[in-house]
């Protein structure tokens, strides 16, 4: 049974910073690629970041997160982690782990002062 397990979210002042993480487990996790998606309030999903955690590990970034949020896999561990940094309040939201066929319940963060 796959399973997808974020963790990290909370409460942080525009321009902190979190570091989101995700717990992969029931496949194997050296192929394919994995997908940080957030849902803002009152909006629809948002691919922010994703990763090839096959070989080369390529990385994509919306233009709303790029140069601030960098996403890496830990194959050995079986992990994606998610840095973000300089918050704004527009980064608010449930952010998700997910390899599209499989998602987590999602991690919130809140960006206010």
């Known amino acids: 049974q796959v399973q997808l397990v974020e963790s990290g979210g909370g409460l942080v002042q525009p321009g902190g910073s979190l570091r989101l993480s995700c717990s992969a487990s029931?496949?194997?996790?050296?192929?394919?690629?994995m997908y940080w998606v957030r849902q803002a309030p009152g909006k629809g999903l948002e691919c922010v970041a994703s990763?090839?955690?096959?070989?080369?590990?390529?990385?994509y970034y919306s233009d709303s997160v790029k140069r601030r949020f960098t996403v890496s896999s830990d194959n050995a561990k079986n992990t994606v982690t998610l840095q973000m940094n300089r918050l704004n309040a527009e980064d608010t939201g449930l952010y998700y782990c997910?390899?599209?066929?499989?998602w987590g319940k999602g991690t919130p963060v809140t960006i206010s002062a």
């Open positions: 990763i090839n955690i096959g070989r080369g590990g390529s990385e």
């Open positions: 997910t390899r599209m066929s499989d």
């Open positions: 029931g496949f194997t996790f050296n192929t394919g690629w």
